[in-house]
């Protein structure tokens, strides 16, 4: 590791986030459980930095941990119904203390963390208020619900104003009705609806886990609407993670680019998932992470950083720039959440059913994860659609690679005849693979 510890790379991998997200409307929903101590301190810490960054911030919290202790200190009995508060006029009297303690616990963390070299010598100033309107959750299975209600209506216009004036907007976990009743609302549908209304970039829930965790117990880092509606469907996924999976898919449906789920108590989660490409927890998105297209020459840069250190070591043919240039419509790139991290090249000859696999390459970071047969497969697919029938490949290093894939070994004088004098006046000596279509 160079000196600076990998700061230069760091600051490098972050500035092209921290320039999409300046003046971007992000919706952060925290779970009640991380609204004190440490993991509120430090999330305060976060919000002023994002909100320094130009980041337009919606907080919406829950209360549901300080509402449980106000009504134990009262002696009072929690009431639920399918995981739903049952919400009488005692309970109402705890959800309304609640939000005022919780909202005014954010605000003084908000005035605390302020860094001290911070050029901002003010707060950073919060607005909160009537923004959400409610309706009643009625009676369920025979069971009123009473002021447990759901959201009818986020008043766009006015957190809009807030946030141009400069507020970071506070969303309680309350809602009222147009007869001027108050209600009991969840976090969770709050902050959907109010990304959904605001247009926001990303809607980000924090929680007391990694993200949204597999049957196996493994972090999903990154799932698209079908595959989270796959899990779903399978019935695995434990309560509080089917809701969130619903909320993120409800919300990038309806326009938000990405939901972000992650820990709320690993301090700094929130600035890695934002500013790193790997992220921290869960990003979901409307559409699939990982797609392979024809390359584009503002993408030279990138596909010459894949294949440059590959060239210097002699596993992969030098191509110039200019060649690039010349043949980048041959090029096809694979992204993975809008970074490029493999290309392969379809080339073809005077004959016009023969072509070469060429500049196969995957970022050394992102390997054995199946990206070179993506690759390849798009490849066999391209040529099988432009009439191919016999495909080559020449590798001085991957011969094995191929040969398991299907390829079959093939001498240099079965190459069209224009790449036989370049194989022979090259002298790299390169295996040869064939594959017939
Ligand atoms: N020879 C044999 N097998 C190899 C190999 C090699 N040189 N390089 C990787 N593999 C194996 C891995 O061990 C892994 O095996 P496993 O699935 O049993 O664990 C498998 O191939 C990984 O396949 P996949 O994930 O689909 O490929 P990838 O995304 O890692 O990309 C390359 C494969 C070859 C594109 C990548 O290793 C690369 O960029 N290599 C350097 C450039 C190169 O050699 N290009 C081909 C020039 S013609
Ligand atoms: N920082 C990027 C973003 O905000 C990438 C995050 C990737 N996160 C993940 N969990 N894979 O979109």
Request: charged residues 25%.
């Amino acid at each position: 590791m160079d000196a600076d510890n990998g700061f230069v790379s760091d600051f490098r991998e972050a500035a092209p986030y921290i320039n999409y997200l300046r003046g971007k409307t992000l919706v952060v929903g925290v779970s009640g459980s991380l609204l004190e101590g440490a993991a509120l301190n430090n999330l305060a810490a976060d919000l002023n930095l994002l909100a320094s960054l130009g980041v337009r911030i919606v907080l919406v919290h829950g209360s549901r941990s300080k509402i449980n202790a106000l009504a134990e200190a009262a002696g009072a009995e929690c009431r639920y119904h399918n995981g739903r508060r049952i919400t009488d006029e005692t309970a109402l009297n705890f959800v309304k203390q609640a939000a005022g303690m919780v909202r005014c616990d954010i605000e003084a963390a908000l005035c605390s963390s302020i860094p001290a070299a911070a050029p901002r010598s003010k707060p950073l100033s919060t607005a909160a208020g009537n923004f959400v309107s409610a309706r009643p959750l009625g009676i369920i299975d025979g069971i009123d619900m009473g002021y447990t209600g759901v959201v009818r209506k986020i008043d766009a216009e006015a957190v809009l104003n807030r946030l141009d004036s400069g507020a970071l907007v506070i969303i309680s976990p309350v809602g009222h009705s147009l007869s001027g009743k108050t209600f009991n609302l969840r976090m969770g549908d709050i902050a959907e609806a109010a990304a959904v209304a605001l247009k926001a970039e990303k809607l980000v829930y924090l929680i007391g886990q990694k993200g949204i965790i597999d049957a196996e117990g493994r972090l999903k880092s990154t799932l698209s609407a079908a595959e989270a509606r796959e899990m779903l469907d399978s019935g695995n996924a434990h309560p509080e993670q089917r809701r969130l999976l619903q909320y993120a898919v409800n919300a990038v449906e309806k326009g938000v680019e990405r939901t972000h789920i992650l820990n709320g108590l690993a301090d700094g989660s929130l600035i890695r998932e934002l500013f790193t490409r790997k992220g921290a927890g869960t990003s979901l998105a409307r559409d699939p992470f990982v797609s392979i297209r024809e390359a584009r020459s503002r993408d030279i840069p990138a596909i010459m950083a894949l294949v440059r250190p590959l060239e210097e070591q002699g596993i992969l043919r030098s191509r110039s720039r200019d060649y690039l240039e010349n043949h980048i419509h041959s090029f096809s790139v694979l992204e993975h959440d809008r970074n490029i991290y493999g290309c392969a090249a379809l080339k073809t000859f005077a004959d016009p059913e023969a072509a070469e696999i060429a500049s196969l390459a995957v970022s050394p970071q992102s390997r054995d994860g199946g990206y070179g047969e993506m690759l390849l497969e798009h490849l066999l697919q391209k040529a099988r659609n432009i009439g191919i029938k016999t495909l080559f490949a020449l590798s001085t290093h991957t011969g094995d690679w191929f040969a398991e894939r299907g390829f079959q070994t093939a001498s240099p004088d079965d190459l069209p005849e224009e790449r036989r004098r370049e194989y022979h006046e090259n002298g790299r000596n390169s295996l040869v693979f064939v594959y017939r279509l």
